[in-house]
């Protein structure tokens, strides 16, 4: 039966069963109904509440599979459309409706590829792809056995077949797999629960289409859009991007390295070991880079065609639809593989940027005394925060290099292509321009070289003043410091300067070279007449060069920015490789209890192994398990380094050392870490109710944990700045004694407490809670040591003698010196009466230290400055949401650059103007036939060389704009934060204000002011585009301002979260770079507890937090990069369409060639100015930050011009306290409590109380470091608050409660502002009993005083505070617990050099220690932070005051032998 449907355009013969068209329709149908069956179930699945995603990723093979499926539907689609334009001619064509279908059919096809659904879709996935392979391969043979041959589709679709019945048996196959992933990660439940936890970011679980098209982060940008994201929204890294991965990987390859000996061959380990892990992983990489500069060049030879083409005299549209088709695929393959090379080269970075942050890190634990002295805390920071951090953009910036440089290669392959010899001369000049890039990368090389380590010196020496911020207020050394800074930023100031204007200039003569280079091969093709200069030749050539013009522009920045990280390669490589802790120096063994615990024999040790004297010498020394030992000793003698020694932290010259079981170490100056105190006291360890209560109540800490507003979960500001020196030193104790350790080494804790405290401190803590344990102490305390098994006496680093108390008395010499020493002090107190001496003695040991509580019955008030409710420590500010213009006006307003800003706007739009000009003169000029080629090129030439001409303009003022701008935020920023008052420092950590002064100052430096023009310059030049293309086709501007509309759409949508990305990154940062800075101030601890494994795996998740926001703000970027990419292509294929359509001699060639140029670089240029706006959206986010620390409210003035007092002010120095009240914040308890006095002229007066009571606060009101609330201070007659800072705090001197030095040497450490000749420095030096020290080294006042002045003692730092005030020689003198640290011989002589250099004058002694009061004019008491008392001591030890029953306390400290020697 035969049928006729020729009336149907779908078969135009007669319908048979074994008819070709027949068996293409039952196909076609068969494929619709799948498609339709295929459609509803995704679009239920996607409706339906409880729909499962499965997110496992798709082989390769699907893929490959997907994107020949649509470009057999681009084919199919694009000969239906020709065959409905021009109508089938030829019976064998497929009608145009059986195209359209096809093509329907094929990219459904694709899309069933790439999307997973649920079981029931990839069931029928896998059926429809096999019937559609098996019907379709079964069509084709009939039709070879039949002899009738096949077409040319069939050919492209025959290998499609097979490789669907590839995908369908490989997705039946893995689908129970599937199915068993489902069940056990329990992909069934709900998508959203009741409790949503954290998740990790969707890239990990996403499906290729959706990685494809960074889908992944909808979600994300969703949640940012409707409410600013907090961090409770950020995903965590997924896990082939952790931290602890990427840095395993690079210590495997670093040790390889090392194990093979290449330290000595190779000069740069680092590189070598990141290039052997990364290496795989950027081959990707390299392809995408690849494909990418395939597709950009390919694009000129695109405009050559399509011009070509309307050229020609036959024009046959399939040709037309066949050149937008391949347009359409070269736009594709370029926009893909861009964004998956940008944002897979900055992942990998990013693992190699956690990789070397942490490596550093691990080294900082591991460095040695030695390698600590070459990098200071500053300096190692910097490794993390600037060198580490720069790679996360390294790999962006070496695969541009590689990839630009290809770029240029096939370009020229292509205008030899284009015009033949004619491009020779123009490729010559090429090379020479190429060629002038060596001198200029060195330069630049050479300045940034410059400028990292004149940044390095000027961070370095900020990390110093802001540690020592309160010594630098209360000497009023602002001024000194702040010059001191802004020096070392002039220095960096002069490299940045050159290196932009540099940079200018470079911009100039990339500029210029496109138009020189075109010109010249303008005049080629003229003379050698190798190619016509037509439309066709003229703008496939200036296209070309465009795109070598992008390589001539970022060449030199690849170079600049490879250059910058082979600096901080090198700079990683030494740090790595320096001198490492020698683990296998100690003998380290399990506890034998009834064995030797410390045993050093014939021990020689060094801090300098270069010193012929070493540190410790012929040290012989044997503790037994449970002894207890105190090493006694002047200042500087090497009590300190006996520990280290123990520790294993000075190098070992000799000798042997072993230890068995676990430590426990107290240090000298205490180390406290940001967080709360009970973190501090557990330290890592599970928490054990009975053992912590237990600890904290030995400790003296359970009074304190009252006092605090939050008890034991106050916060505690970076380094413990809202704590007593007291109380740090008993978190430092309680911390070990919570750690229940076998070995117990305490250097000098009981310096900062009182004598009471003290008492207390040493029978619970030594003899109740240590009772077993071995203890090594090292004290000044001469009253415990008669409770100790054993004694040590040092001297110039040396055991001058060793045994009991009782022993070591009757051997005299050094020990008997100390104790008589100490007996001198004590028996100023001759005011005690002996029944009360008898009392305390006929009380016994046990009952004495009982009764102690009952002495004191006043409950005391803590001294903190926590307000109840309120911590210290604040999350760190932010800004939130759109800010609108208010930080690129505070950019503008504060640089005062608004001429150089217009400056530059105006000079793009002159380069822009005259560029188009340049290219419309071409095309007008060729249609004009009488115009010689001379003109032609001429007057190109001259239009061209105008715009260079702006560019450098442009350059030079962007250049000028950006340094003014930086010079002006740094001055504005320096300036407030030295005028920021004390309480901003105690509640800042100290990582927030260098990060502001690191990254956020580079990004002003760098980033701004050229991301601004890049912004401006693309916005000219987009507008010039749009205005040529709808001059030669005006239908385009309808698509065009559509797209652009959806472009701001789409941006707007995106910068919503990429703003608040940015902004929690920034706040993610600094915790990093604290934690590497406080770890680095207490790695002596650490490694002593043996915690550092601990430390590092919270390093590590920092590390982590830090990086996922770097991979979500630039997979957010790609994201928006690659949709506003796809909405510009619209617009050029909708142009390329016009022009295709638009029928011959309506436009001229030249104007076909100029639309066309412009819109192909449009998508570019939208792009361009895309990315540098979002990045200087996110750049700007760094002047927000650091302007908030410019707005900080100031401390009162320096100095108030209409209040100065007199010069010889204060001559008498008397002191009246009126009604004086003190709180630390509004709202706050009140700290002194309306306190009235009077200090008189050249008395001494003493200040006493608990821990906390008061006194520090009376000494920062005194030196205005706090204002008072209510009342006033009053020295001779003038009330203090009322003149200038400097005039108070310069007539005042003070010897600190923690003695500070800094990096530098004697002499400017103790004459910082260098008014002092040399030899009134060594009269000061000869007076504080440091003379004969400095003397013997080589380098006398020039010697050096490392970071924190870690090589002297906490003795002799205490001197040299002491020679500071003798220098000074002001009226009055503070001594705020200055004595602490220093034994009690050292403390007599240091009393009687007081006494008699400042016999005339007014001191105020705040102490611990009773004789250090004692013989003081007037005694102040106070408890509560109210005046207890204040008379003569004689007159207070007659009566029953607070004060005699502290003299008591302190005699009840000293008993034993110290109180029968006394009494005899």
Request: aromatic share 10%; net charge neutral.
């Amino acid at each position: 039966m035969v049928v006729s449907i020729g009336s149907l355009p779908w078969c135009d013969v007669e319908l048979n069963l074994a008819s070709s068209c027949f068996q293409r329709t039952a196909i076609d149908f068969l494929n619709l109904l799948f498609l339709c069956i295929f459609y509803l179930l995704l679009v239920a699945g996607c409706v339906s509440k409880h729909f499962i995603v499965r997110r496992r990723k798709r082989g390769w093979v699907f893929v490959a599979a997907a994107i020949g499926c649509v470009i057999t539907s681009i084919i199919f689609l694009g000969v239906g459309l020709d065959s409905l334009i021009h109508g089938a001619n030829d019976v064998n064509e497929i009608p145009w409706l059986a195209c359209f279908v096809e093509g329907i059919i094929w990219v459904s096809l694709a899309v069933s590829m790439l999307v997973n659904g649920s079981k029931w879709i990839k069931v029928l996935e896998s059926v429809w792809w096999m019937s559609f392979a098996l019907l379709d391969l079964a069509a084709k043979s009939g039709m070879l056995l039949q002899g009738n041959g096949i077409r040319s589709f069939d050919v492209i679709t025959s290998p499609m077949s097979l490789l669907l019945l590839l995908c369908s048996w490989m997705n039946l196959r893995s689908s129970s797999a599937a199915a068993q992933d489902c069940s056990e990660t329990g992909l069934s439940d709900p998508l959203l629960t009741e409790n949503p936890r954290k998740e990790r970011a969707r890239l990990a679980t996403a499906g290729y289409f959706s990685i494809l098209t960074f889908s992944w982060m909808n979600p994300l940008l969703s949640l940012g859009f409707k409410k600013p994201l907090s961090r409770e929204d950020i995903p965590s890294v997924v896990p082939e991007d952790e931290a602890e991965l990427a840095y395993n990987k690079f210590s495997q390859a670093w040790d390889t390295l090392l194990a093979d000996g290449s330290s000595s061959k190779e000069r740069n380990l680092v590189f070598r070991a990141v290039a052997k892990v990364y290496f795989k992983e950027n081959i990707f990489i390299t392809i995408c880079a690849f494909f990418r500069t395939v597709a950009v060049v390919s694009l000129p030879l695109m405009l050559y065609v399509f011009v070509d083409y309307a050229n020609s005299d036959h024009r046959d549209l399939r040709n037309g639809f066949f050149n937008l088709a391949c347009l359409v695929m070269l736009k594709l393959v370029e926009s893909l593989s861009m964004r998956h090379w940008y944002f897979a080269s900055r992942r990998s970075g990013m693992r190699i940027r956690s990789a070397l942050m942490v490596a550093a890190y691990k080294k900082q634990l591991k460095l040695s005394s030695l390698g600590r002295k070459r990098h200071s805390s500053g300096e190692i920071v910097n490794y993390i925060a600037v060198d580490a951090y720069r790679m996360g953009e390294f790999l962006w910036w070496f695969h541009s290099g590689w990839s630009l440089t290809l770029q240029l290669l096939l370009s020229t392959a292509v205008l030899f292509r284009v015009v033949g010899a004619g491009a020779f001369p123009g490729l010559i000049l090429l090379l020479l321009c190429g060629l002038l890039n060596l001198p200029f990368a060195k330069m630049l090389q050479n300045y940034q070289t410059q400028f990292m380590i004149a940044q390095d010196k000027r961070l370095r020496s900020t990390s110093e003043i802001l540690n020592s911020m309160k010594v630098i207020k209360l000497q009023s050394w602002e001024e000194e410091f702040k010059k001191k800074i802004n020096t070392y930023r002039d220095e960096e100031f002069k490299w940045l300067a050159k290196a932009q204007l540099t940079k200018a200039f470079g911009s100039f003569l990339y500029w210029m070279s496109p138009t020189i280079v075109s010109s010249v091969i303008f005049v080629g093709c003229a003379l050698l007449k190798s190619a016509p200069l037509n439309a066709s030749t003229i703008f496939t050539v200036l296209a070309t060069l465009r795109v070598m013009s992008e390589p001539a522009k970022i060449i030199p920045e690849a170079i600049s920015a490879i250059i910058q990280v082979n600096v901080s390669f090198d700079r990683i490589n030494n740090f790595l490789l320096d001198d490492e802790l020698k683990i296998d120096e100690i003998e380290r063994s399990g506890l034998e209890k009834s064995g030797t615990t410390v045993d050093i024999q014939l021990g020689n040790f060094s801090w300098d192994p270069e010193t012929k004297t070493p540190t410790l010498r012929d040290i012989q020394l044997e503790v037994k398990h449970g002894q207890k030992v105190a090493v006694c000793g002047p200042v500087g003698a090497g009590k300190s380094s006996l520990l280290h020694a123990v520790l294993g932290e000075i190098p070992k010259v000799s000798g042997t050392v072993k230890l068995s079981g676990s430590i426990a170490y107290v240090s000298q100056t205490a180390w406290i870490q940001s967080g709360t105190i009970r973190d501090n006291i557990l330290y890592g360890k599970p928490m054990e109710a009975r053992r912590y209560n237990a600890a904290v109540e030995a400790c003296e800490l359970d009074k304190d944990m009252i006092g605090f507003g939050h008890g034991d979960l106050t916060e505690i500001g970076e380094r413990g700045v809202n704590l007593s020196g007291g109380q740090k030193q008993r978190i430092q104790l309680a911390r070990a004694v919570y750690a229940d350790a076998d070995v117990y080494l305490l250097d000098d804790p009981f310096s900062a407490v009182d004598a009471h405290t003290a008492g207390v401190l040493f029978h619970k803590c030594i003899e109740d809670s240590l009772k077993e344990k071995t203890v090594i102490l090292v004290t000044h305390q001469v009253e415990f040591l008669s409770k100790v098994d054993q004694i040590l006496v040092m001297e110039e680093g040396r055991i001058t003698q060793l045994g009991k108390y009782e022993e070591l008395l009757m051997m005299g010499t050094a020990f008997q010196q100390l104790v008589n020493a100490h007996n001198d002090a004590v028996t100023v107190l001759p005011l005690a009466s002996n029944e009360s001496l008898g009392d305390l003695r006929k009380g016994g040991q046990g009952s004495e230290i009982r009764n102690m509580t009952v002495v004191e019955k006043i409950e005391e008030e803590m001294e903190t400055i926590n307000v109840p409710g309120v911590q210290l420590t604040q999350e760190e500010e932010k800004e939130s949401g759109y800010v609108g213009l208010k930080p690129f006006l505070d950019y503008f307003s504060v640089s005062r650059g608004w001429f150089l800003l217009w400056s530059s706007i105006l000079s793009q739009v002159g380069f822009v103007v005259f560029q188009a000009a340049s290219t419309y003169w071409l095309a007008f000029a060729i249609g004009i036939p009488q115009l010689t080629n001379l003109m032609l090129i001429g007057v190109y030439c001259i239009i061209s060389t105008l715009s260079a001409g702006f560019v450098y303009t442009r350059g030079l003022t962007t250049a000028h704009f950006g340094l003014k701008a930086s010079k002006a935020f740094f001055s504005g920023f320096t300036n407030a934060v030295f005028k920021a008052p004390m309480l901003f420092f105690d509640s800042t950590p100290v990582g927030r204000i260098l990060t502001r002064a690191s990254s956020d100052l580079n990004v002003l430096d760098f980033d701004i002011p050229f991301a601004f023009i890049f912004v401006v310059g693309p916005a000219i030049e987009l507008v010039a585009s749009l205005i040529i293309m709808t001059y030669v086709t005006w239908q385009v501007i309808i698509i065009a301002l559509l797209a652009l509309a959806a472009t701001k759409v789409v941006q707007d949508y995106y910068l919503a979260s990429a703003r608040e990305l940015i902004r929690i990154n920034g706040t993610t940062k600094a915790p990093v770079m604290n934690y590497a800075a406080e770890t680095l101030l207490g790695v002596v601890t650490i490694r002593a507890f043996g915690t550092v494994e601990r430390f590092f795996k919270n390093y590590l998740h920092l590390v982590d937090a830090d990086a996922v926001l770097f991979f979500l703000s630039n997979a957010a970027m790609e994201w928006v990069i690659l949709r506003i990419e796809t909405l510009q292509n619209v617009t050029l294929f909708t142009c390329a369409l016009l022009l295709t359509l638009i029928p011959k001699g309506y436009i001229t060639p030249g104007l076909v060639g100029l639309s066309l140029s412009y819109a192909l670089t449009l998508t570019q240029t939208q792009v361009f100015m895309t990315r540098w706006y979002c990045t200087l959206s996110n750049s700007v986010i760094s002047v927000e930050r650091i302007k908030q620390y410019m707005n900080i409210p100031e401390e009162p003035p320096a100095i108030v011009d209409d209040r100065r007092p007199p010069s010889s002010w204060p001559s008498n120095g008397t002191i009246h306290l009126q009604e004086l009240k003190i709180r630390y914040r509004p709202n706050a308890p009140l700290v002194l409590k309306g306190i009235s006095c009077t200090f008189r002229e050249g008395t001494r007066v003493g200040v006493v109380g608990r821990t906390g009571s008061g006194k520090s606060t009376l000494i920062s009101a005194l030196f205005r470091l706090v204002e008072p609330t209510s009342g006033c201070i009053l020295i001779d007659g003038i009330d203090i608050s009322k003149i200038g800072l400097k005039d108070l705090r310069m007539k005042l001197s003070i010897i600190p409660q923690e003695p500070t030095l800094f990096r530098g040497c004697i002499r400017t450490n103790l004459d910082p502002l260098g008014v002092y000749s040399d030899v009134e420095i060594w009269k000061a030096l000869e007076k504080c009993q440091l003379k004969t020290t400095v003397s013997n080294l080589p380098n006398k006042l020039d010697s050096s005083v490392s970071d924190e002045g870690e090589n002297w003692s906490v003795g002799q730092r205490q001197l040299f505070c002491l020679g500071r005030v003798l220098l000074k020689r002001n009226k009055i003198l503070v001594l705020d617990e200055a004595t602490a640290s220093i034994d009690s011989a050292t403390d007599a002589i240091i009393q009687r050099i007081i006494r008699e250099e400042f016999a005339e004058c007014t001191v105020i002694t705040v102490a611990h220690r009773v004789p250090t009061v004692i013989d003081s004019d007037m005694v102040m008491v106070l408890s509560f932070g109210d005046l207890v008392e204040y008379n003569e001591p004689s007159r207070l030890m007659e009566s029953d005051s607070y004060f005699s029953k502290l003299v008591a306390e302190y005699w009840a400290s000293c008993r034993g032998n110290s109180s029968q020697n006394l009494q005899s």
